[in-house]
């Protein structure tokens, strides 16, 4: 038996009955609190699973030939026997993280005590529902995991997202590379030969932000992934809100304008047709053909090359045309976000995605908004704050959710 099945067999129900499955049942219990709490000692473990000291030194044992946890050493005490300090083992296994955004990739390496071992960032690639962009995407993940400075039968899982309808329990992708009849994930897995899960962009960045950002004690909070789209994660009462399909969060798709501007989803006078990255792009565009200018089009850059990073750049270096496109967009996520503080009460609203890396120039436009179309006694207990994690969200969030998905596989 490989290491890699080795460790699968630890978290897999298959052919498992009677004492075997109560065992697997257990060892999970005992990972995912070392997970939650960190080192401990065998007594700790056996009060918290509520078995006994023996039995708890056997599982430990047992998961320590596995090669998933460690005696780190022992505690100091007041008196007594000094007890042994037991916890995960970093590299016992790895998980990859793949944030697929419109123009780039960002590829991570998570290590089992979820550090992040390698990221890659900004790696060239155009998002399109062609084979050939689904062909190019293969080629980068299988690229990134050959440079790993790991062994690959170490890597249990891989984490891919992909904006758009996904659905992260069936594994189809509605939105991006739905060719087949099977799910993306296992068309994907197949080609790679790595357990492979998928997940909505939004959703994968808030989950990174929740568990590694600006979350700490709060329990309901809502994260707005800002880029070519609009998007949003939900966290409620301490757990991420997913909806009966797994499609929550098409904040962008509100109907909330009346124009003839046709939005990605084929509708009319959505929030993004005016208030996204993409309407961001094309109000730039309209500027210039009326006469403006702007250093984006720097270094004889054609305006039909413009990207949202180029506008980003331009106002991170006070470009005046940039900075009034990107008050005037915020003044209308503003008013949208207004509505979502209505209805949520969040404790926290956090700013993500591509357009928060300008800073300022976002965020007080909405938190002007806010502030004018939210009611003040239900917005004022709500704290708004940018991503802390920033480009690493997406592949913190994927990585995590690739190991979520493994720790509780049932067969």
Do not use: W
């Not at 996904?166 to 739905?178: L, P």
């Not at 009346?258 to 990605?264: A, E, K, L, S, V």
């Not at 792009?281 to 039909?304: D, H, P």
């Not at 106002?315 to 008050?327: K, P, Q, T, V």
């Amino acid at each position: 038996m490989t290491e890699q099945h080795q460790i699968f067999e630890v978290f897999s129900d298959e052919n498992a009955s009677g004492v075997a499955y109560k065992n697997k049942a257990l060892k999970r219990s005992l990972i995912n609190f070392l997970d939650q709490g960190g080192n401990t000692t065998i007594t700790e473990l056996s009060r918290e699973l509520n078995i006994s000291v023996p039995k708890t030194t056997s599982l430990v044992n047992e998961l320590i030939e596995d090669g998933l946890v460690k005696d780190y050493g022992k505690v100091d005490s007041t008196g007594g026997r000094r007890a042994s300090m037991y916890g995960l083992v970093s590299d016992a296994c790895f998980f990859v993280g793949v944030d697929v955004k419109k123009f780039y990739i960002n590829l991570g390496l998570l290590d089992f005590k979820k550090q992040l071992v390698t990221i890659t960032e900004k790696v060239p690639y155009k998002l399109e529902n062609t084979q050939e962009s689904l062909t190019q995407l293969l080629d980068i993940i299988k690229g990134f995991i050959a440079d790993l400075p790991v062994e690959e039968n170490k890597v249990l899982s891989i984490g891919i997202n992909l904006s758009g309808r996904i659905s992260n329990t069936t594994g189809y992708s509605y939105s991006y590379f739905h060719f087949q009849e099977e799910p993306l994930s296992i068309i994907i897995e197949r080609e790679i030969g790595i357990r492979t899960f998928l997940e909505n962009d939004s959703k994968a960045m808030a989950y990174g932000e929740f568990c590694c950002g600006e979350v700490h004690n709060e329990r309901n909070v809502l994260f707005v992934n800002m880029d070519y789209g609009i998007g949003l994660g939900i966290l409620i009462d301490g757990k991420v809100y997913y909806g009966k399909s797994g499609f929550s969060g098409e904040f962008g798709h509100i109907p909330f304008f009346d124009n003839q501007i046709i939005c990605y989803c084929g509708k009319k006078g959505c929030l993004e047709t005016e208030a996204s990255g993409a309407s961001l792009i094309r109000n730039f565009k309209e500027k210039i053909a009326q006469g403006s200018t702007s250093n984006a089009l720097r270094k004889n850059k054609l305006i039909e090359d413009i990207t949202l990073l180029d506008i980003i750049h331009a106002a991170n270096n006070e470009d005046m045309l940039s900075i009034e496109l990107l008050a005037d967009i915020g003044e209308k996520i503003g008013r949208g976000l207004a509505m979502l503080i209505n209805i949520f009460n969040p404790e926290l609203l956090i700013l993500g995605g591509t357009l928060s890396e300008t800073g300022d120039y976002l965020r007080l436009p909405i938190r002007s908004a806010i502030n004018k179309y939210s009611l003040s006694l239900v917005n004022s207990d709500t704290q708004l704050k940018l991503s802390k994690l920033g480009e690493k969200a997406g592949v913190m969030g994927s990585c995590l959710i690739a190991r979520n998905k493994i720790l509780s596989i049932q067969g």
